[in-house]
């Protein structure tokens, strides 16, 4: 079953800072490579793409109020994807998720973010 997990979220002020992480399920990485993307969902909306990474590094921020703040990465030998926030705001409240872009139907549990003002 592919899964994967994601941590480093938490309950922070305007203009903190937060790194999460996401463990990529070995599978993933055995095939042709694949962008790795970061989702969020905020409360009553729908899941959007935040940003994503190819397997040689190119990295693309689909909203355009995270560009800027947010660095996504990942590490191929250790399967993960990473994202660096930066001067967090309220409207960055959501559940965020990691998967491939497209992405599958197999989601992780996310790892929330509050951000007060």
């Known amino acids: 079953q592919v899964q994967f997990v994601e941590s480093g979220g938490g309950v922070v002020q305007l203009g903190a800072s937060l790194r999460l992480s996401c463990a990529v399920p070995?599978?993933?990485?055995?095939?042709?490579?694949?962008?790795l993307a970061w989702y969020r969902q905020a409360p009553g909306k729908q899941r959007e793409l935040v940003a994503e990474?190819?397997?040689?590094?190119?990295?693309?921020y689909v909203d355009p109020f995270v560009e800027g703040r947010f660095t996504i990465s990942r590490d191929n030998a250790k399967r993960t994807v990473n994202l660096q926030m930066n001067n967090l705001k309220p409207e960055d409240t959501a559940v965020y998720y990691c998967?491939?872009?497209?992405?599958?139907?197999?989601w992780g549990q996310g790892t929330q973010v509050i951000v007060s003002s």
């Open positions: 998967n491939v872009r497209p992405p599958t139907s197999s």
């Open positions: 070995a599978i993933i990485f055995s095939f042709s490579p694949t962008p």
């Open positions: 990474v190819t397997s040689g590094g190119y990295t693309n």
